[in-house]
């Protein structure tokens, strides 16, 4: 099983930034699409913005403008800039593939988003 260690949470103000970061243990990590997952407060996982082996991204409607995807295959980092926080962003962000496969889910990190 892949080991994903998810940091860079934190509580901030409405209009802050976080900058996430995730960490893989697969050596295959350029081979996948992976994408950030956000589970809010009795919500679903959903996908929040994915990203191609080539750096081609697609972005949640929610997330457009203000966040950006980004990888660096040689250090098996992914990365998550997110700007203009909103409350609604609030929750346990989470990396993983897109589509989801079998690597297991990591401990997530929290964000916060105070109005």
């Known amino acids: 099983q892949v080991q994903l260690v998810e940091s860079g949470g934190g509580k901030v103000q409405a209009g802050g930034s976080l900058s996430l970061s995730c960490a893989a243990s697969?050596?295959?990590?350029?081979?996948?699409?992976l994408g950030w997952y956000r589970q809010g407060p009795g919500e679903q996982r959903e996908l929040v913005a994915a990203?191609?082996?080539?750096?081609?991204?697609i972005y949640a409607e929610s997330g457009k403008g203000r966040f950006t995807i980004s990888r660096d295959n040689a250090q098996r980092t992914l990365y998550l800039q997110m700007n203009s926080l909103k409350p609604e962003d609030t929750g346990v962000y989470y990396c993983?593939?897109?589509?989801?496969?079998?690597w297991g889910w990591g401990q997530g990190t929290q964000v916060t988003v105070a109005s």
């Open positions: 993983n593939t897109y589509p989801v496969t079998d």
């Open positions: 697969t050596s295959d990590f350029g081979v996948y699409t």
């Open positions: 990203i191609n082996g080539i750096g081609g991204a």
